[in-house]
């Protein structure tokens, strides 16, 4: 029990401040992720519903690549694609330079081009649930197509989508430790490093699984606030 509490200590003695800071890229990357993967949804969403057919099938084929392609699979290809991508324009403008893609940069595109397919259907559903009195409400009232969906169409929606983009964030919050396989350092890359160091994978392993758990907790409570304050005018009602 001693020897355990040694090694997850903090200090020169321990591997707490790698874990901590393990725990700090996970949750980094979740957060720097959610916004862009977000946008991208809804917009994706807007695609979906939109009059031009192009339109439509673009944003259909994304979610369709996108969706069915493995998470870890698409990791790998905006790491590597994108950098061989990169080197070939350099070596094309002629220049002998190597750029190499910042792993937190990688992992965070990849993440939200996943998510937001996903999002993106939460939000089309969300849309099929807004009567389309509102939008012609909003239009009698002199208000633009960009005000109304501003003003009464988006706060419905996020409402309706809210349940469905907290699966999502759980989801995103999980899917971060793939990022351990392109050498960014967070909870499981420092969890699996302190475990071949110290020859004890059951300690550190249990240890991540024990704050993921911890961190799924606070989001599922963090949500199901969220969920009641954006309710808060139906039980006034």
């Known amino acids: 029990m001693n020897e355990a509490l040694t090694l997850i200590s903090f200090g020169d003695a321990g591997w707490g401040d790698e ?5 700090f890229i996970t949750i980094t990357l979740a957060l720097a992720t959610l916004p862009f993967g977000l946008c991208l949804g809804f917009f994706l969403a807007l695609a979906k519903k939109a009059d031009d057919p ?3 099938m673009a944003a259909n ?3 369709t690549i996108f969706r069915g392609l493995p998470e870890l699979l698409t990791l790998f290809l905006v790491y ?3 950098q061989i991508g990169i080197q070939q324009l350099v070596k094309f403008a002629g220049f002998d330079l190597y750029i190499e893609v910042n792993s937190f940069v990688a992992g965070m595109v990849a993440l939200a081009l996943v998510f937001s397919s996903y999002a993106s259907e939460a939000f089309l559903s969300a849309f099929r649930g807004i009567p389309q ?4 409400g909003g239009y009698a009232l002199g208000l633009s197509r960009g005000r109304t969906m501003w003003l ?3 706060p419905q929606l996020i409402r309706l989508a809210l349940p469905a983009l907290g699966n999502l964030w759980l989801i995103l919050l999980k899917e971060t430790a793939l990022v351990s396989v392109i050498g960014l350092a967070d909870l499981v ?3 699996g490093i302190a475990a071949r160091v110290t020859k004890e994978p059951f300690l550190f392993f249990g240890i991540a699984c024990l704050i993921y758990l911890l961190l799924a907790m606070i989001s599922s409570f ?3 606030r969220v969920e009641r304050w954006s309710k808060r005018g139906e039980a006034a009602r």
């Open 19 to 23: 874990i901590a800071q393990g725990v």
């Open 54 to 56: 192009s339109m439509r």
């Open 61 to 63: 084929i994304y979610t």
């Open 80 to 82: 590597y694609g994108v």
């Open 133 to 136: 009195g509102q939008y012609e």
């Open 152 to 154: 009464i169409v988006l």
């Open 189 to 191: 890359r420092q969890a």
């Open 222 to 224: 963090g949500l199901v």
